[in-house]
């Protein structure tokens, strides 16, 4: 898929407006990682990883008694990232 953008003057900085509703279909929030290939001339606009997704839900298989009192801390924790 490939759309056109405009490049913006922002204070002392240029940016570019993406849609809202790819935004959202890619799964962005309020971070982002942008690669960049200098020999190519590109740029990669990507979602960041989040290294800590699916601990909640794994460490919630296994049975209560089963979990130390710091596991059951890391099931309650926020993540900020996310």
Known sequence: MQIDVTIRTIGNSKGIILPKQYLEEFGFGE??????????????LRPPDFPRKGWAEALEAFPPEELTTEERNWLEFEDEGQ
């Open 31 to 44: 971070k982002a990682i942008l690669e960049m290939d200098p020999e190519a001339k590109t740029f990669t």
